[in-house]
Each structure stands twice: as structure tokens, then as C-alpha cells.
């Protein structure tokens, strides 16, 4: 199983950008589906945006789309999420995940059940 661990996260006003990252390790991760997810206090854990193997694939949710890009290097074994024009909103524990399962655009693949690796997230706080 591969080992997630993101970074990058932080207190930032809004409007500003950041990129977290998504560093993978035990096994590459270039034949995996990477997805990022986030959770809020007191909600339920959200689907932010997945990317295929390639990273010439990608399904985002409505909420981020525009607004946010994930991509990947797989000789790094790395993901990231690029996140511009932030708002207090988009406050969360952001974390990553991998699916050994094909890449879809369909909500299956929104769903937390199919991934099998997670990272323990990143805190990312907007200010108003």
C-alpha cells in the first residue's frame, strides 16, 4: 500500500493561492488514481478533484472548479493541488488519496470508497 502525506497548508486571507503537495512513498504512484479531498468542521468529507495516471485526465467538483488545478509528477511521486482565489469557504483538512481502480468521470470515483490510501491532510485556513 502506498504511504500519502501532504503539506503546504496554512493560514492565508482570502483571495490568495496556495499549492499543496502530496508526496507518496512505499510503491510509485504513476499507475494510481490520485484524488484530493477535503473535510470542514462539522461536515462531511468533500470530493475536490481527481487526476488518471497521465495527468492528461482530470474531473473536478463544480464548488472548485476554475479556482483550483491539481496536477502530478509521477518521477517525483508527486501530486499537488494548486489553489487560487481562496475564501474562507474553502477552510478545511485537505487530503489526498490513491485508487489503484481506472480513472472515471462519474461519481463513483468521487466517493471516498474508492480510494485505498490516504494521507492524515493538511490544514489550510482562509481569513476573511
Known amino acids: 500500500q502506498v504511504q500519502l502525506v501532504e503539506s503546504g497548508g496554512g493560514l492565508v486571507q482570502a483571495g490568495d493561492s496556495l499549492r499543496l503537495s502530496c508526496a507518496a512513498s512505499?510503491?510509485?504512484?504513476?499507475?494510481?488514481?490520485m484524488g484530493w479531498f477535503r473535510q470542514a468542521p462539522g461536515k462531511e468529507r468533500e470530493f475536490i478533484g481527481n487526476?488518471?495516471?497521465?495527468?492528461?485526465?482530470?474531473y473536478y467538483a463544480d464548488s472548485v472548479k476554475g479556482r483550483f488545478t491539481i496536477s502530478r509528477d509521477n518521477a517525483k511521486n508527486t501530486v499537488y493541488l494548486q489553489m487560487n482565489s481562496l475564501s474562507p469557504e474553502d477552510t478545511a483538512l485537505y487530503y489526498c488519496?490513491?485508487?489503484?481502480?481506472?480513472?472515471?468521470?462519474?461519481?463513483?470515483?468521487?466517493?471516498?470508497?474508492?480510494?485505498?490510501?490516504w494521507g492524515q491532510g493538511t490544514q489550510v485556513s482562509v481569513s476573511s
Open positions: 488519496a490513491a485508487a489503484t481502480r481506472p480513472w472515471d468521470r462519474t461519481s463513483t470515483s468521487t466517493m471516498a470508497t474508492f480510494y485505498d490510501s
Open positions: 512505499g510503491r510509485a504512484i504513476s499507475r494510481y488514481v
Open positions: 487526476v488518471n495516471w497521465s495527468g492528461g485526465s482530470l
